[in-house]
Nanobody, 126 residues
Framework: QVQLVESGGGLVQPGGSLRLSCAAS????????IGWFRQAPGKEREGVSC???????YYADSVKGRFTISRDNAKNTVYLQMNSLRPEDTAVYYC????????????????????WGQGTQVTVSS
């Protein structure tokens, strides 16, 4: 059974950092493309970052240089390190997996992913 469990969200001040974790069970993360999406109230879900099976990484322009995606194969876990957080980063963050190993330029299309976690809330506020 495929399962994704996110953790690490919380309340942080502007300029602060958080590290989100996505622990997978039922499959090996390093075989597939893994994405992080977020959804703020009243807004559409948007792609934040993706890591492909071969380790290629992708970032939305809004987070480039501030967020880093990584994968620990031994722990079957993907991380999203978020630095220099801004109030506009406030959202529910979701981990997701595609049955394909590489999505290329389609990585930000939510419909390309097949399984989703339950989400973790990130709030950036003073």
């Amino acid at each position: 059974q495929v399962q994704l469990v996110e953790s690490g969200g919380g309340l942080v001040q502007p300029g602060g950092s958080l590290r989100l974790s996505c622990a997978a069970s039922g499959f090996r993360l390093d075989y597939y493309a893994i994405g992080w999406f977020r959804q703020a109230p009243g807004k559409e879900r948007e792609g934040v970052s993706c890591i492909s099976s071969d380790g290629s990484t992708y970032y939305a322009d809004s987070v480039k240089g501030r967020f880093t995606i990584s994968r620990d194969n031994a722990k079957n876990t993907v991380y999203l390190q978020m630095n220099s957080l801004r109030p506009e980063d406030t959202a529910v963050y979701y981990c997701t997996v595609s049955i394909l190993p590489h999505l290329g330029s389609s990585w930000q299309v939510a419909g390309k992913y097949d399984y989703w976690g339950q989400g973790t809330q990130v709030t950036v506020s003073s």
